[in-house]
């Protein structure tokens, strides 16, 4: 069964950071290309963010450009969201999800809530 617990979300200031992990089960990870997925309340899921295989090419949302970073580590099996510079309009609930600029969460997620608030 392919699982995915994402964890790292809490509350913070506007400007401040945070850094999401998402840990993967029930498949070869290391196969395939991964995304963040977010959904903000009364929105619908958007996609946030994606990595290669290898970790060797990403891509990011212009409204994050700069301020996120992806990796991964393969060994680990973990996907990681390194946010900094954080806005109000990050606010979401966010998803790890399988593929290349996958934009829909999980089936089952559970996900992690970032809330930046003053």
């Known amino acids: 069964e392919v699982q995915f617990v994402e964890s790292g979300g809490g509350v913070v200031q506007p400007g401040g950071s945070l850094r999401l992990s998402c840990a993967a089960s029930?498949?070869?990870?290391?196969?395939?290309?991964m995304s963040w997925v977010r959904q903000a309340p009364g929105k619908g899921p958007e996609w946030v963010s994606s990595?290669?295989?290898?970790?060797?090419?990403?891509d990011y949302i212009d409204s994050v450009k700069g301020r996120f970073t992806i990796s991964r580590d393969n060994a680990k099996n973990t996907l990681y969201l390194q946010m900094n510079s954080l806005k109000p309009e990050d606010t979401a609930l966010y998803y790890c999800?399988?593929?290349?600029?996958?934009?829909?969460?999980?089936?089952g997620g559970q996900g992690t809530q970032v809330t930046v608030s003053s």
């Open positions: 990595i290669t295989i290898g970790g060797s090419s990403t």
């Open positions: 999800a399988r593929g290349w600029r996958s934009d829909t969460p999980p089936s």
């Open positions: 029930g498949f070869t990870f290391s196969m395939y290309s």
